[in-house]
């Protein structure tokens, strides 16, 4: 069992900067985010395993950067440039290497002002 714990949400003006993290109860191959828009299906933000590998979706790619403190079994989401087509509620996502299997956060939103 994998517990995650989300903070950083908030509301923002687009153009501006927000950054997520998310406290794993220990350690665990992959880490990155989801989010959700009304209407919308679950979708991929950002991902990171262990070792440093990196996955993003093509809509944030250049605006946002995922890293990990593997001390701290903690990752974090820095999102720049911010645009009313982010808001979404944020899902933070934990994945075992064995049988690929998700944990997910509570969730948080994020509101970016257009």
């Known amino acids: 069992q994998v517990q995650l714990v989300e903070s950083g949400g908030g509301l923002v003006q687009a153009g501006g900067s927000l950054r997520l993290s998310c406290a794993a109860s220990?350690?665990?191959?992959?880490m990155g985010w989801y989010r959700q828009a009304p209407g919308k299906q679950r979708e991929l933000v950002a991902a990171?395993?262990?070792?440093?590998?990196?996955n993003y979706a093509d809509p944030v790619k250049g605006r946002f950067t995922i890293s990990r403190d593997n001390a701290k079994n903690t990752v974090y989401l820095q999102m720049n440039s911010l645009k009313f087509e982010d808001t979404a509620v944020y899902y933070c996502?934990?994945?075992?290497?064995?049988?690929?299997?998700?944990?997910w956060g509570q969730g948080t939103q994020v509101t970016v002002s257009s």
């Open positions: 996502n934990a994945k075992t290497y064995a049988l690929s299997v998700d944990y």
């Open positions: 220990r350690s665990i191959f992959s």
């Open positions: 990171i395993t262990r070792g440093g590998n990196l």
